[in-house]
Nanobody
C-alpha cells in the first residue's frame, strides 16, 4: 500500500523560504513521478509542480516558476519542494501525490489523474 507523508509546513513571513518534504513507502519509489498540489481556503486543489520518475524533467505552475523547485532523492524515497520568496497568496495546504504509471515522463495537471495522496502540510505566509 502506497503511503505518502508530508512535513515541513509552517508560518513564514512574506519573502521567506520553506522546504517541504514528502516521504513515500509501499512500492519502488524511483519508478514513478511525484507531484505537489495545494489547496487554499475556499478554493479547489491546484497543481504546483511535478517531477518525472527519473528526475530529468520538472513541471511548474506559472504562479510558482522561478520561486519553487521540486527535487527528489531516490535513496531516501523522498520528494522535496523548496519554496523561496514566498507570498501571502502561497498560503494553502500542500499535498504530495503520485500515480500508477511507471516510467512516465510527462505530467498531469489535473488532480484527478493522480492516484495516491498524502494528508497535507499547512503553509501560512504572513504579509
Amino acid at each position: 500500500q502506497v503511503q505518502l507523508v508530508e512535513s515541513g509546513g509552517g508560518l513564514v513571513q512574506a519573502g521567506g523560504s520553506l522546504r517541504l518534504s514528502c516521504s513515500a513507502s509501499g512500492r519502488t519509489f524511483n519508478q514513478y513521478p511525484m507531484a505537489w498540489f495545494r489547496q487554499a481556503p475556499g478554493k479547489g486543489r491546484e497543481f504546483v509542480a511535478s517531477i518525472t520518475w527519473s528526475g530529468g524533467r520538472q513541471y511548474y505552475a506559472d504562479s510558482v516558476k522561478g520561486r519553487f523547485t521540486i527535487s527528489r532523492d531516490d535513496a531516501k524515497n523522498t520528494v522535496y519542494l523548496q519554496m523561496n520568496n514566498l507570498e501571502p497568496e502561497d498560503t494553502a495546504n500542500y499535498f504530495c501525490a503520485t500515480e500508477d504509471v511507471p516510467y512516465y515522463s510527462g505530467t498531469y495537471y489535473s488532480e484527478d489523474e493522480w492516484d495516491y495522496w498524502g494528508q497535507g502540510t499547512r503553509v501560512t505566509v504572513s504579509s
